[in-house]
């Protein structure tokens, strides 16, 4: 199963300086490997092309500074290390001949972007399979790392569900939770008795697990549950519409 994590950042106009965004990603990508070693050796791609690929760790600051500054001034003329940088990195290297099958499930993507585009700013974490947690306790792994996220910078929503949920979610125009969400700046602990778990973060908000099996999107049960944990946030006005 395919699950993503999204944090969205409030737009910033300014944009961030390079050095700022690559704290930022080096600050996540470090509290990510604290919860399993599927997701703890951080590859920053130098090149990949068809018949070569280069790759070094994530903490190799002047290497990772460089490739990010040259790419991005290389769709932009005009950047001079302010805004519009994104960065990206692999739970593994993958060689040119690909991943062999034992490791698929567990290639994991980590991706930053500063918030001066259109889109705001987001951070991004596709993950498959974890190496050091039995799948039933999925949810408090997850969990776990969704608490770190948090306290590194602070979101005006965050999600956890799997890849594709957003198409059953209960509004076409807002933002969903699938699996897991973090509410900002508000304490709703004790006001969700149907969910598997509502717990306050003080100064942060309220995170959210719908169900402590892992999220199916073809079962029906987690579904509902999904959409019932949406329908409540949108009425109290605490599910924002997407992209605003």
Excluded at 35 to 44: F, I, K, R
Excluded at 57 to 77: C, F, G, I, R, W
Excluded at 87 to 92: E, K, R
Excluded at 157 to 185: C, I, Q
Aim: net charge neutral; hydrophobic share 35%; charged share 25%.
């Amino acid at each position: 199963m395919k699950y993503s994590l999204r944090m969205i950042f409030p737009k910033n106009k300014e944009g961030l300086e390079i050095e700022e965004v690559y704290s930022l990603f080096l600050k996540a990508t470090e509290k990510i490997s604290e919860v399993d070693t599927a997701l703890s050796d951080w590859q920053y791609p130098l090149i990949t092309e068809k018949d070569k690929a280069i790759y070094c760790p994530v903490t190799d600051k002047n290497k990772v500074l460089k490739s990010a500054y040259h790419e991005t001034h290389k769709n932009n003329e005009s950047y001079k290390g302010k805004g519009l940088v994104n960065f990206t990195a692999w739970s593994m290297p993958v060689p040119i001949q690909g991943l062999k099958e034992s490791e698929k499930p567990f290639f994991a993507k980590a991706r930053l972007l500063d918030g001066s585009s259109g889109l705001g700013g987001y951070f991004v974490l596709n993950a498959n399979s974890l190496k050091d947690t039995k799948s039933e306790d999925y949810w408090s792994t997850y969990s776990t790392l969704f608490k770190k996220m948090a306290r590194i910078k602070k979101a005006s929503w965050s999600n956890f569900s799997t890849k594709g949920y957003h198409r059953k979610a209960a509004f076409p125009h807002r933002e969903w939770v699938g699996w897991m969400a973090l509410v900002p700046d508000v304490d709703l602990s004790n006001e969700m008795p149907f969910v598997a778990l509502a717990e306050y973060l003080p100064d942060i908000g309220t995170l959210i697990v719908t169900t402590k099996e892992p999220f199916d999107p073809e079962n029906e049960e987690h579904i509902k549950q999904a959409r019932a944990t949406e329908v409540f946030l949108a009425d109290r006005g605490l599910l924002p519409e997407r992209g605003v």
